[in-house]
């Protein structure tokens, strides 16, 4: 079954949330710590899976089509923007935290397959060394 597992930082006190009617091959997840709530890729239907940390409340969100073999998701909970890669396509979606209003930006073309995605001083960066010139 398609689960996500929640431990403590230690490890200690695992527990299984059972989110298997709601999830597809899930890949990345998110979680907004204010509305305790998790965000999870589906890769496998192409939606996002938002819950309740406890599995309760559980709801897919489409994000209009945008999103092609989606892979992992970065919150930004002040501006209540997702940014989701799109490794079948080579861009990333932002949305709403209620998948409304998204835009795929291809970024200039740069990306290649992304996998991961990270968010760094509210602005999305792709998980990989960015290039020399770049780093302040």
Known sequence: AETVVSAKLDGSDPRTIDLSANLDVPRGIGIDSA???MYVVNTGSATITRANLD???AVVLGLGGTLD?????ALDTVSRTMYVTNYGDNTVVSADLDGSA???H???GL???PYGIA???AFP???EPPPRDWLP
Not at 69 to 73: A, E, V
């Open 119 to 121: 968010l760094l001083s």
């Open 111 to 113: 990306l290649d397959r």
């Open 106 to 108: 291809t970024l200039g």
């Open 69 to 73: 073999l989606p892979y992992d998701i």
């Open 55 to 57: 599995g309760t409340g």
């Open 102 to 104: 998204p835009t795929k």
């Open 35 to 37: 509305e305790r709530r």
């Open 125 to 127: 960066a792709r998980l």
